[in-house]
């Protein structure tokens, strides 16, 4: 069959289902959203996924037969070759068949990949990881995500939980993560763990800055919060954000002994700290892993923002 | 061209040439020694090669023409593809094309790969980790060698260093490493480490039975004392053993979270530790691992002794 030069990506979140239709080149040439409603179970699910593809394609003035296919990136553990989601919570999905749920609604073949692992598909193929085969990306949101490129590809290990760099354990005796173990990078290192290291700081009356912005939002005090302070030279707001960079660091160093890789990258809402967090990352790097690899790997930030998963979900009809 | 059934495997030490015949099967048919004499440079090295391969081709009765190919397995890093030895510390080599030093004297093909990989490869092959594609293993020596086995194939990540596990950092505030970084896994969980811990164990009179095991073979406390003494029921020894399995097993548990393997694989001299590092392997991963890879992983034992490199090497040809 010739390829049409078109995908569907779908970046399926807990509350919104976003869907767009992608160029061969890379380009999102329109979008949509629906809610994606988890109650009403996968087959609900999927329906919303293909009304939200359909909307997509009638706004880019294309039907079903332009398509090359639909790639869905997806929160949990995945078995990609069957196109199941093996396990979610936030969908409160189990064994869910969700690409051919999708394909009997479309009737296009569907691919599936976990929805950090889309974020990297992204981000190597147009943003900030093009070019490189060797690749770790964290995605710092409310959780830590992850995805390793390794060789070229998606590494998802034994049983699709490869890459799930939030819950590797960086400090043994730390807070305990909503995993039920003590101390991951997800429970030091998250927009979560950082909007609440700034709560403590505004409660000690220690950052009048970030107590000020925090009431310009209703008095929420979240990681954009935190970010902004920090870039206003706030030295509270900065310190969260240089603790979080080393924790990140520490983590990355181990992984730089380990896997040797070119480019570490990282995307998510709470990578707009930028420096605040690489520069501390780097000087962990630098400190703990070994010298040879450390020599070879940059650590940059994403470059395509919150369109990252959809359009690696895309990548992934092509692959 | 037809198959032959026979590679050369070649383990280079930096002390030890071990050239092997290998079967199709991974039987070792004949096999020989020289001595390495680094000191002979580049040239001098792979003369000692060509000789103990001949050596051990003439011991199985079969001539160069009978072979597919000479596999080189080599301590340091290398350039799998160009068959370069980009630098190793224990050879004096810094980018010695040594596969085509080999190939001038022998006029067979030559692969090479870095050691402890050729033992990871050896035990994928015919030992304890056949039939598993996603593995990680340890050796356990004078340093700590390691091998990522990820997807059936060796993992060497951007320039050939990945795999390097025993300088993961596993104690930023822990000994010094040979390597000039702190408390890497090497400083604190390899044969010279659990030496070293047996040595002050017995200096301060804690260990009568290390102390008799070590007289009886001149006052050498290595770690053969340690598993010796452990097995019989002394408590210091089986704590050293302990400690560097805790250790092993916080490094593992990162790594179980990171890469979600199938298997763990204990090889080299220390491994004889068996249990007394394995069962301490076993609860740090429990209960620093993300749960579901842990779930899934296995903690061996190597089972081809010091063979594996060879094997391992000889498997490079059929690659």
Redesign the interface.
Known sequence: MAEQGYALGIDLGATTVKAGVVSRAGEIVARAERATEPEKGPAGVAENIALAGRDALRAAGLELSDLDGVGVGTPG?CNVDEGVVV?SGNLNFKNVPLAALVRERLGVPVRLENDANCAGLGEQWCGAARGH??VILYTLGTGVG?A?I??GRI???????????G???VD?DGPECT????GCLEAVASATAMARAAREVVAAGRSPAMARLASEQGGRLDARVVITAARGGDPEAQQILRKAGEYLG??S???V??????LIVIGGGASHGGEFLMEPMRQMIA???????AS??KVVQASLGNDAGLIGAATLVWR
């Open positions: 553990i396990s085969d060797d992850g390793l390794l060789g590494y998802g290990g034994a049983t699709g939980w490869a890459g799930e760099l819950h590797i354990c043994p995993c039920g173990l003590k520490l983590v160093a181990m992984l002994s380990a896997l040797n890789p070119e400190r703990h892993a070994m010298p040879g690899p070879v790997v």
